[in-house]
């Protein structure tokens, strides 16, 4: 690891890995709470249309991402009550939809696009400076709207009738939540890539979940397992030269797993009641 520290392309691998953990563990929160799974899903694929027309622009590919991503997470959020029992249609449209336009511009680029492929299955070494500057920003847009806007979000995902009550306008909060749903997985997207996007949003807040009650705890402990799990799996994919998306992603797998253990042992002596809280 010490080793490893002195080169430029893991130090901006390790800063990517802070931001992305913080992101992911305060948006994946919100999305096992209101059980948004697939909608992150649609939209992570839906981003990557953005993905291959940046590329094809010789731009950078992290803009196109989140322009494809709000567009695709504005559209949900707006469509999705009028939508009902069809809105997996309507996932499923755009999930697919921008994949094939991801594809197909990947195909009229001339040459074979090997660094866009790591966006499909993530490659965090690969991570460049104005990568992290872009995160970074992401990353401060994502926790200023967390503070300014935590209680309205909270009301949403547990009442939304209730809100409405209130007078709390439920549209726009949830194409705010929606939006920051796309930011987090633009700026997460080195990491783990769009096919594997779902597990780094969900499985972390789901293990955090089994322990802690309250949203705050929940979020600052999935913060902390995504954060274990990404330097874990950058210090195995860098001395064994494997792929760091599916590293990390099993190494979450395996905390879930460890964790629904624990959560259902009863051993004497020990409260459990302690991490519960």
Request: charged residues 10%.
């Amino acid at each position: 690891m010490i080793e490893a520290l002195q080169y430029q392309f893991f130090q901006n691998a390790l800063i990517v890995a802070i931001f992305a953990s913080l992101a992911a563990g305060i948006i994946g929160t919100y999305i096992v709470v209101k059980r948004m799974s697939l909608i992150s899903g649609s939209i992570a694929h839906a981003a990557f249309g953005g993905l291959g027309i940046s590329y094809f622009l010789n731009a950078n590919p992290l803009i196109g991402g989140v322009v494809f991503s709000l567009v695709s997470a504005m559209t949900i959020a707006i469509f999705k009550k009028k939508a009902g029992n069809r809105l997996d249609t309507l996932l499923s449209f755009l999930w697919a939809t921008g994949m094939a336009i991801g594809l197909v511009f990947i195909f009229l680029t001339p040459g074979y696009a090997t660094d866009l492929f790591t966006y499909l299955f993530g490659n965090i070494l690969l991570v460049s400076k104005m990568d992290i500057i872009m995160i970074g920003v992401l990353d401060i847009v994502i926790l200023a709207i967390v503070f300014l806007m935590y209680n309205s979000f909270l009301s949403v995902l547990f009442d939304e009738e209730h809100s409405e009550t209130r007078n709390i306008p439920i549209t726009i909060v949830n194409v705010i939540l929606f939006g920051l749903i796309a930011l987090t997985i633009v700026a997460t997207i080195r990491v783990v890539g769009v096919v594997l996007m779902i597990a780094i949003l969900t499985i972390p807040a789901a293990t955090a979940q089994l322990f802690h009650k309250t949203v705050k705890k929940i979020m600052i402990t999935a913060s902390m397992i995504t954060l274990f799990a990404a330097i874990t799996g950058l210090c195995i994919s860098y001395y064994l030269n494997f792929a760091t998306g599916p590293i990390i992603v099993l190494i979450i797998s395996s905390i879930y797993v460890v964790s629904i253990f624990l959560s259902k042992l009863s051993v004497p002596h020990f409260n459990w009641a302690f991490w519960k809280s």
